[in-house]
């Protein structure tokens, strides 16, 4: 089994969400909710454009060091490991067309490329075990991942504890400060008016004079 390592360049927000593309993989690209989709999404999308590849004949590019990588304004670098058993080769077959469509079919509802179903398929017909579940695999870390984030918005995601937590803390704060200014603007009135009256007192009057 090898694996590659490819860089991808990542843009997007939290809210909005993140995209990925590969230099050294022209138009492959991924998109996520959040970085942890992504990177499973990335990995998927540079698998199949490295089969797509090799369908065409091509020979698969070489990873650019991260190092290397120019970085774009607002991006940021994301690795991204792909498993492979070995280098693809293309090799032409002949199916009938309803049995085709099958493998297709079967192919989708599994969650992978029609070439990784057929290779999954003939290294179960010879009696090996599939040594890189990469879609199960897969599919397990978007899990973990999603759980972990579901865990992290409840604790300090909006209407979280820590959200109401810091609201109130927010509407101390901002009660203290106000009563405090107030406190202050009353006090100068105060001396305002104890000012005016001293003055006041401290002239003499017209019948006086």
């Known amino acids: 089994m090898n694996t590659l390592h490819f860089v991808a360049l990542v843009k997007g927000s939290q809210a909005a969400g993140y995209t990925a593309r590969f230099p050294d993989l022209p138009d492959c690209s991924a998109h996520g909710s959040d970085v942890a989709a992504l990177v499973i999404n990335a990995r998927h999308a540079a698998l199949a454009r490295l089969q797509g590849l090799a369908d065409e004949g091509e020979a698969w590019p070489k990873a650019t060091p991260a190092e290397q990588v120019i970085v774009e304004p607002g991006a940021f ?33 599994a969650g992978m490329t029609r070439s990784g179903f057929i290779a999954q398929s003939v290294r179960m ?60 603007s009353a006090a100068m009135s105060r001396r305002r008016e104890a000012a005016k009256e001293a003055g006041e007192g401290g002239q003499p009057d017209a019948d006086d004079a």
């Open 77 to 109: 670098i994301v690795l991204i490991d792909v498993a492979v058993d070995d280098p693809f080769i293309r090799i032409n077959i002949s199916l009938g067309e309803r049995l085709v469509q099958r493998l297709d079919a079967a192919a989708e509802a």
């Open 125 to 184: 017909s010879l009696g090996e075990q599939p040594r890189n579940d990469f879609e199960g695999v897969g599919r397990k870390l978007q899990d973990e991942f999603s759980h972990l984030a579901r865990k992290i918005n409840d604790a300090i995601g909006p209407n979280s504890a820590f959200e109401k937590r810091m609201a109130d803390l927010d509407d101390r704060v901002y009660d203290g400060v106000r009563r405090a200014a107030d406190s202050v």
